[in-house]
């Protein structure tokens, strides 16, 4: 295990049985082809394991989008790449590593149904309740934690530990 981690929470095989999971229920709740989008970079890994248990058509688009500066909310939302699709009248799946404040996901949600989208959902590997400060509706959730820092499976701290295989907890040394 990384030294700057100081305990695992979700395994890489935990990690993969929850996308298949996810990606059956997806793959029952449409029946058309959707537009699967992934908020760079930190829903890479996730994103990539999820769509390969999607049984379904789908198109693949990023965004890039920050609000973070370290590891505090700015609560602000800037769009630092866009899609390449036009959404409007199509079944669109967020997919985001974590949910925090919900002000990125809010957004992003608000901005593709001002687009025209025939649905927009939100599919996130993990969510932290207890920070919430926007009203998100998550249809599809991997696991729930408490309010720790966690690098790891895409996440990062100042864009590090994003290729650990496992999520963990980062040691309070590496950003006090
Ligand atoms: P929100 O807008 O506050 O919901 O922030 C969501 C974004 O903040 C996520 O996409 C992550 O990039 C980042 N973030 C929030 N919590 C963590 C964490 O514990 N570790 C790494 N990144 C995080
Ligand atoms: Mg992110």
Do not use: H
């Not at 059956?24 to 989008?37: A, G, M, P």
């Not at 404040?101 to 969510?127: D, M, P, Q, W």
């Not at 100042?158 to 999520?167: A, D, K, V």
């Amino acid at each position: 295990m990384n030294k700057e981690v100081e305990s695992i929470l979700f395994s890489e095989e935990e990690i993969e049985s929850k996308c298949l999971e996810l990606g059956q229920k997806i793959s029952k709740d449409y029946d058309e082809e959707i537009l699967v989008v992934g908020i760079l970079k930190g829903a890479v890994p996730f994103m990539a394991e999820l769509v390969k248990r999607i049984e379904l058509p789908i198109k693949m688009d990023f965004m890039d989008v920050s609000s973070y500066e370290g590891s505090v909310s700015t609560g602000k939302v800037k769009i630092l790449k866009d899609v390449e699709n036009d959404v409007r009248g199509k079944d669109v799946l967020i997919v985001e590593d974590i949910i925090d404040t919900g002000n990125t996901l809010s957004y992003l949600t608000e901005l593709f149904k001002l687009r025209g989208a025939k649905s927009v959902c939100i599919c996130s590997l993990l969510t932290k309740p207890s920070r919430r400060e926007k009203d998100v509706n998550v249809k599809y959730i991997g696991f729930e934690i408490e309010d720790y820092f966690v690098v790891g499976y895409g996440m990062d701290y100042n864009e590090r530990f994003r290729n650990l295989p496992y999520i963990g907890v980062l040691a309070e040394e590496v950003y006090k």
